[in-house]
């Protein structure tokens, strides 16, 4: 993949904290995946917005129903985490 050097400006208490996290994979490519993600969420609220013109917002009810389905995903998630990790100890 074609990549190409920029220049930004970083607060300096942000970009300890990233150097930080960052160390392991290195600041670059933790900086091109938080813009992917920022890109991606852009996405999805034009998606939102979309949608909502369409069909009308979302009431409450379907919005708790939906929290409730994503608190679900992530307890399955993490289930299946602590799996693998037990396993990998016993091996």
Do not use: C, F, N, Q
């Amino acid at each position: 993949m074609a990549t190409k050097k920029v220049t930004v400006t970083i607060p300096e208490d942000l970009l300890e904290e990233v150097r930080a996290e960052a160390a392991e994979h290195g600041l670059s490519a933790y900086i091109a995946e938080a813009l992917r993600l920022r890109r991606d969420r852009d996405r999805l609220r034009e998606l939102v917005d979309w949608l909502e013109e369409e069909h009308g917002p979302i009431t409450e009810d379907e919005r708790a129903a939906a929290l409730a389905e994503l608190d679900d995903i992530d307890a399955e998630h993490e289930r299946r985490r602590r799996a693998r990790t037990r396993g990998a100890d016993a091996a």
